[in-house]
């Protein structure tokens, strides 16, 4: 089946084949074959956040979603930055012979896919994308569109502090921030949360925290010369809208796509829509590709 095509309505998606962290490669998880898409999660969750993805395999996608260092399959692995988690993404690449790879990064994950895009120009990809995300997290002169509108490195500082002191307690409320204003998950969704969390190694996060408060891809993002797009949540409680108009004015020519409904994450909150929307801006990538 192409790529461009509808997802099938019926038939069941495939479950992922899990391969653990080994040597220098980050654990990972897969379904399906053909075109490789290369899924990156947030901070604090893992691969399984992209649960409904999967049915991107009826579309004729091999779906892959690695864990990042100090995250699910790959707690033991230390991290050392946003740059360190994209030359991990960048070993699985190679190791498993991947070309006409898209990338969609999702939060950190987003920051990992554009440190990819600066750092990794012999990798084999076709198109970037961003899922509800800033490329700096930090307010300024000239970039109100940080976290929440008024983020600083001394709010970070105490993020992290507070995540090495007690991340287990602080976990609720940083899941709180994934959904939709106004709506609340089903329990279930809250319990998968809860268990990513203690998946995770606290003090790798409390550094990744710290670093992606220093990260600015503006200027990546202003040269790329691979197609690139950006997915938001319509009801972000982390971005308002304005973030993602300011992204994409960034590289005009970059995809665009917003999820109703949604909150920082469309593609848990209302996979569907997610889905149909992701492999529309991928079309689209490839259309600008060949122009």
Do not use: K
Request: hydrophobic letters at 50%.
């Amino acid at each position: 089946m192409d790529a461009s095509e509808p997802l099938p309505a019926s038939p069941a998606a495939p479950p992922y084949v899990v391969h653990p962290a080994r040597g220098a490669l980050p654990g990972w998880r897969e379904a399906g074959q053909g075109r490789p898409l290369l899924l990156l999660h947030g901070w604090s969750v893992d691969g399984t956040a992209f649960d409904g993805q999967r049915a991107l395999a009826l579309a004729g996608f091999r779906v892959i979603a690695p864990d990042h260092a100090g995250h699910g399959l790959s707690r033991q692995r230390a991290g050392a930055g946003v740059a360190a988690l994209a030359r991990d993404v960048a070993a699985l690449v190679a190791h498993l012979g991947l070309a006409d790879v898209v990338v969609a990064g999702w939060s950190m994950g987003a920051m990992v896919a554009w440190a990819l895009l600066r750092d990794q120009p012999q990798l084999p990809l076709a198109a970037v994308g961003s899922i509800d995300m800033t490329p700096r997290m930090i307010t300024g002169p000239g970039w109100p569109h940080g976290l929440h509108g008024h983020y600083d490195m001394a709010h970070a500082s105490q993020m992290a502090d507070r995540v090495r002191a007690d991340w287990l307690r602080l976990a609720p409320s940083v899941a709180s921030g994934l959904w939709a204003a106004g709506r609340r998950p089903e329990p279930a969704a809250t319990q998968r949360i809860a268990h990513m969390a203690r998946q995770c190694d606290a003090t790798v996060l409390a550094g990744l925290w710290e670093d992606m408060a220093r990260q600015d891809f503006r200027d990546t993002l202003r040269a790329a010369r691979l197609p690139l797009f950006h997915l938001y949540g319509a009801a972000s409680r982390l971005y308002a809208p304005s973030v993602g108009l300011a992204t994409r004015a960034l590289h005009p020519a970059a995809g665009f796509s917003v999820v109703p409904e949604a909150g920082h994450s469309p593609h848990m909150e209302q996979a569907p829509a997610f889905n149909a929307a992701l492999i529309a801006l991928i079309r689209d990538a490839d259309q600008a590709s060949t122009r």
